[in-house]
């Protein structure tokens, strides 16, 4: 990380921490952050200004001056949208397909079904099929095939139906 995406990165933490945001995700092409603070509380900055500012390469420098409720106008009330993530369970190599060349277990847009098998995670050349605990729809793919994965890292978000 070079030292521009470093203090753009300090420059976030620094006001997230001041505006009492507990969480923050944002992806760009060449930079994946998560942020969580263990014990805050989220505060009343309008997270939609943040985001918009982030994506266009603004960075924080031009809000983090902003104080919470000053100069900024309320966002209206989104309906936040409750994903399911499926986690792993064990520490191991992810794959989306039984086989190499063979289509993937399921894709973005499929409907699953509790006890589906969504992909496997091999773990010391056991193959482990990892499976749907909820009934819904595939929103995302978290995990790349062929990736190490952690024990309890998200593999698919999956709308609940």
């Keep these: 990380m070079d030292g521009n995406k470093l203090e753009e990165l300090r420059e976030l933490v620094d006001f997230l921490k001041a505006n009492g945001i507990a969480e923050f995700d944002m992806e760009r092409a060449d930079l994946k952050v998560r942020i969580k603070f263990a014990g805050a509380a989220a505060g009343g900055v309008d997270l939609a200004q943040l985001g918009r500012l ?17 100069g900024v106008e309320a966002a209206p009330a989104a309906v936040e949208e409750t994903l399911h993530e499926v986690t792993s369970p064990i520490v191991g190599t992810f794959y989306d397909s039984p086989s190499p060349g063979s289509p993937a277990f399921v894709k973005v847009g499929d409907e699953v079904e509790a006890g589906q098998v969504l992909c496997i995670v091999e773990a010391m050349k056991l193959m482990n099929e990892i499976e749907s605990d909820v009934a819904g729809e595939v929103v995302k793919r978290i995990a790349s095939s062929g990736q190490p994965v952690e024990y309890g890292q998200p593999l698919f978000a999956i709308r609940p139906v």
């Excluded at 982030?54 to 409720?69: E, F, K, Y």
């Design 54 to 70: 982030m994506a266009s390469g603004a960075g924080v420098a031009g809000a983090a001056g902003t104080a919470p409720g000053v």
